[in-house]
Structures are given as structure tokens and as C-alpha cells.
């Protein structure tokens, strides 16, 4: 399935990611298109590579192109739209009507894709682009004379997996896509493909504020502001030397949640506060090592700032752990990459203390942006440390828990529809690929903080 995902990456870099996305039971008919050209499906590989790419019109003026492409072991036949771009408005620029690109990536909304084995011409897959993400997309597969299964997948995440359909898969090749989503009606979670790119204005407004003050701090160990506007060391409180004073990635955090609560509040929060323990944590075996290691500091700052947070600018309530630590299941499987092949594994979803695997993260993020399109997220990253069990040492030995770095998340859509998750840690913003690829291995802790209106640290 590699290649598949090399294509995709390669198509990314080559095209701008950009497009105003219609709902999805908007997306244009070309199935008459699909009929009339229904030779693709069935030609030998030889011939079908032979031929040259043709582009065809739908009623509505919106256009595809029909090509072929291969692997080593695959031929597929692609129905690919024209990508369109748009904007919405926002507060600085007009909004953008669609227009075509005359670009034809193969992921363009209502794209579509058959997959064939070379050996035989036997079909194998059907994918089907309900939005312009290749990473977000609905696949099928052949299962008996009757039926084929159905995935549908977010980043990785399977939100669908093995569904059956009651069709044949060759049926599927000169079929409506809303007929095919009517077959499995509402466990389609059509939700996750039609996000409304106005919900985030907040969002992006929080985003670019965020980033217009960043300029003005630098990282120093263990530093943070305190309730008086000091730069202090988080352990001692004292005061830190002036010609390097800056912020650690807990004292940025605070930085921000202090640059939201002030304008409500008037004032930061008070260190001292931020440190003790809160919610259910540890066990009698780390309490011995928790005044030596402090291995829930992270974890704890995360949830106290997320209190003052919730507690402010929603109402008290919603101090409760309950309300504002992320618990969400959406996917049971991921795709992941595995020394150069995807896989398909299984994913527990949230486990206690250590909240999830930087494995799903990913579509995580996409499914909570969508469900909760008004709110960012704090994250604490930890990992165990301690003797691993090996063959040497087959019983192992307690590992500890180490709640060891934290930064903030915000997932939204831009005014083009496109899906991005900022990543600001450490008094800087990083890429959310190398945040991700940093950490292989490790889980995160996720709690809920409601968009401000206002910031102003």
C-alpha cells in the first residue's frame, strides 16, 4: 500500500493545497461520465497505459481528467477532478469565488480511483475523495457477489473500518457517490468531510495573535512569569537574571493561558497554584519518587491552567477534569508507516494518565477540530523510563511515568478549507510534522480550552 502514499506525498508537493471545498452532497454527478467511459475499467494494463489522458465535462462546467498510472505490482484507473480554488472572507481580505485551477492531482473533491492487479486485472480497491485532502478519503473493497466492505479513514484513523455494503463492487463503478453513501446511510460519519471553514475564524485569529508576540521571548530552563509580571525560576520562585530571562515550554504555556485569562481577569495567574497535584494520578509505587523525579509536573500544569481556563471563560463547572480532559474515542485502527510500508493497526484510543498514542494523534486532532471546532488544546508528552523487560531480565522492573515536555495545539481550518494544527512550544511554533516525528513511541495528554476573544499576554 506504500506507493499509494508516495503518490499522494508526491502530488502534495507538487500542487498548492488549496480549495473551498461544496458539502459533500454538493459535490458535482459525473457518474454519466464514469458510464460513458466505462472501457477504463475493464482494459488490459498494457493497453490502458497506452493511452493518453482525457478530460471530460460535467453539466455543472467542472471538468476531469481521466489517466492511468501503475507500480510495480498495480494499475490504477483515475477520475480525477479539477481542483478549484476559493477562499472565504475573513477580516483581512474579500472572499475568493471558486474557479478551476486546470490542475488534476487525483484528490480533488469527488476524485476517483480504481485499483487493479497487474497479474490478473483483477479490481482490488475503489477510493473516492469526498473532500480536497488525500488524507482524508473512503475506500472499497470487493467481499463476495453481493456485498464489498467499506473503510473510511482521517489521517490514518479508521472512523469506518470493514463495513459491509449491500452492492456488488463492480456496481460501484457507474454509481452516484450520495446513491453509495445512501447504502450505509448513518454510519457514514459524513460530519467529518464537510467542515465549515467559517467556525474558525477564532481559531485563526488566536493563531496569528500568537504568533505577532512571539518575537519578544526567548527559552530559559525552568522559567516562567509570575501573577506580578516577573520572570521568575518555576522550582524557587526567585527572580531570574534579567540579560537572560525567558520562558521554558511550562512558562510559555502559562504565557499563554495568562495572555487570555488577563483581559477577562486583569491579572496572571499565581505559580504556586499551578503545581499542585490535580485529579487522580500515580499510584503508591511512584509517590515515593514524586519529591525526587516529580514525574506528573507536566501533567498537573496542564490540568490546573486548563481549569483557570474552563473556570473563567466558561463558568465553574467546567473545572472539573471531567469536562476538560480529552477522553474521545473516534477510531479503533491507524494506518502507520512501518520502516517504508502503511499497516493497519489497532489503536486503545485514551488510557488513563497517559491519555494517547502519538500514532493516531493525527487524525485525533482532525476529528476534535470538527467536533469541537470553538476550543485548543494543551498537551503534556510522556513516556515510561526505567528497565525494560528483556530476555536478560524477563520480570522487568517498575517503570516510571515521566510527564517530561508540554505545548499547545490548536487544529482549525483556514479560509481555504484546509485542515492545520499550529504547534506553539518552548516560546516558539514548530511544524506539527517534526512535533509528531519527535516523539515515536511516546503518548500525550490532551485537556480543552475554549478560543478567547481576546489575547493579550
Known amino acids: 500500500m506504500s506507493i499509494f502514499y508516495v503518490i499522494l506525498f508526491f502530488v502534495v508537493n507538487i500542487f498548492p493545497v488549496y480549495s473551498l471545498d461544496l458539502p459533500s452532497t454538493k459535490i458535482a454527478d459525473d457518474s454519466s461520465v464514469r458510464i460513458r467511459r466505462n472501457d477504463w475499467f475493464t482494459e488490459s494494463h498494457s493497453r490502458l497505459l497506452a493511452r493518453r489522458p482525457v478530460i471530460e465535462q460535467l453539466q455543472n462546467g467542472e471538468r476531469v481528467q481521466i489517466r492511468a498510472t501503475e507500480n510495480a505490482s498495480e494499475f490504477m484507473v483515475l477520475f480525477s477532478r479539477e481542483l478549484i480554488q476559493g477562499r472565504i472572507e475573513t477580516e483581512n481580505s474579500a472572499a475568493v469565488t471558486r474557479r478551476g485551477t486546470n490542475q488534476f492531482p487525483g484528490w480533488a473533491q469527488g476524485s476517483w480511483m480504481l485499483t487493479r492487479r497487474k497479474d490478473n486485472g483483477a479490481p482490488t480497491r475503489l477510493r473516492i475523495f469526498p473532500r480536497s485532502d488525500p488524507n482524508t478519503y473512503i475506500e472499497f473493497y470487493p467481499f463476495n457477489t453481493e456485498k464489498c466492505l467499506m473503510d ?54 488566536f493563531v496569528s495573535q500568537v504568533r505577532a508576540n512571539l518575537s519578544g521571548l526567548r527559552f530559559a530552563d525552568d522559567g516562567a512569569i509570575d501573577e506580578n509580571g516577573n520572570y521568575v525560576l518555576i522550582d524557587s520562585l526567585r ?67 486548563a481549569a483557570e481556563a474552563n473556570g473563567t471563560l466558561r463558568s465553574d463547572i467546567f473545572r472539573s477534569l471531567n469536562e476538560f480532559e480529552v477522553r474521545a474515542d473516534n477510531f479503533s485502527s491507524v494506518l502507520i508507516n512501518d520502516r517504508g510500508t502503511f499497516v493497519t ?31 485548543f488544546y494543551l498537551a503534556a508528552i510522556n513516556t515510561e523510563t526505567g528497565p525494560a523487560t528483556t530476555q536478560d531480565n524477563p520480570r522487568g522492573a517498575p517503570r516510571l511515568r515521566q510527564y517530561f515536555h508540554v505545548a499547545a495545539l490548536v487544529p482549525y481550518f483556514d479560509e481555504y478549507g484546509v485542515f492545520r494544527i499550529a504547534v506553539f512550544e518552548s516560546s516558539a511554533e514548530n511544524s506539527f510534522e517534526s512535533f509528531r516525528n519527535r516523539y515515536p513511541g511516546h503518548f500525550i495528554n490532551l485537556v480543552q480550552v475554549p478560543i478567547p476573544s481576546a489575547f493579550s499576554p
Open 345 to 375: 493497526r489497532s489503536y486503545p484510543g485514551f488510557m488513563n494518565e497517559a491519555g494517547y498514542s502519538f500514532e493516531g494523534l493525527h487524525s485525533l486532532l482532525y476529528t476534535l477540530a470538527i467536533d469541537e471546532p470553538f476550543s
Open 152 to 205: 473510511a479513514i482521517l489521517y490514518g484513523g479508521y472512523v469506518v473500518r470493514s463495513l459491509p455494503v449491500a452492492v456488488p463492487f463492480e456496481r460501484l463503478y457507474t454509481m452516484q457517490l450520495n446513491d453509495i453513501l445512501k447504502l450505509v446511510s448513518d454510519k457514514f460519519p459524513r460530519k467529518y468531510f464537510d467542515p465549515d471553514p467559517v467556525y474558525y475564524g477564532g481559531s485563526r485569529k
Open 239 to 305: 527572580q531570574q537574571n534579567q540579560s537572560s530571562a525567558g520562558l521554558n515550554c511550562s512558562g510559555f504555556l502559562k504565557w499563554m493561558i495568562d495572555g487570555i485569562l488577563r483581559p477577562v481577569t486583569g491579572k496572571r495567574l499565581p505559580i504556586a497554584q499551578l503545581k499542585a497535584p490535580f485529579g487522580d494520578r500515580g499510584s503508591s509505587f511512584t509517590a515515593v519518587w514524586e519529591e525526587r523525579f516529580d514525574p506528573y509536573f507536566g501533567l498537573d500544569w496542564i490540568r490546573n491552567l
